[in-house]
Nanobody
């Protein structure tokens, strides 16, 4: 059974930092790209970042570029999302997702295969 488990969410003040983790099991992690999405109440789901098999191949949405950093540890089957300079508008449920590395930019993936249950991030002003 494939499982993606997010952790690291919580309540933080504006300007603070959090590091989210996505622990993956049940698939050959090295073959998969991992993405991070978020969804705030009343808003559409937003793709934030993704990282391919090669750690130097990643993508960031404009809304998080320069503030968030994605990384992966293939030895631990885990992907991290370091979030700095957090803003109240970053408040949302954050999800990670896995999709087979398709050989091109992960910003164009469909991300339909596997999803985690999400972790809440709340940024207070």
């Amino acid at each position: 059974e494939v499982q993606l488990v997010e952790s690291g969410g919580g309540l933080v003040q504006a300007g603070g930092s959090l590091r989210l983790s996505c622990a993956v099991s049940g698939l050959n992690f090295d073959d998969y790209a991992i993405g991070w999405f978020r969804q705030a109440p009343g808003k559409v789901q937003e793709g934030l970042s993704c990282i391919r098999r090669r750690p130097d191949s990643s993508y960031y949405a404009d809304s998080v570029k320069g503030r968030f950093t994605i990384s992966r540890d293939n030895a631990k089957n885990t992907v991290y999302l370091q979030m700095n300079s957090l803003k109240p508008e970053d408040t949302a449920v954050y999800y990670c997702t896995a999709d087979i590395d398709r050989g091109y930019s992960c910003s164009d993936y469909g991300w339909s295969e596997y999803w985690g249950q999400g972790t809440q991030v709340t940024v207070s002003s």
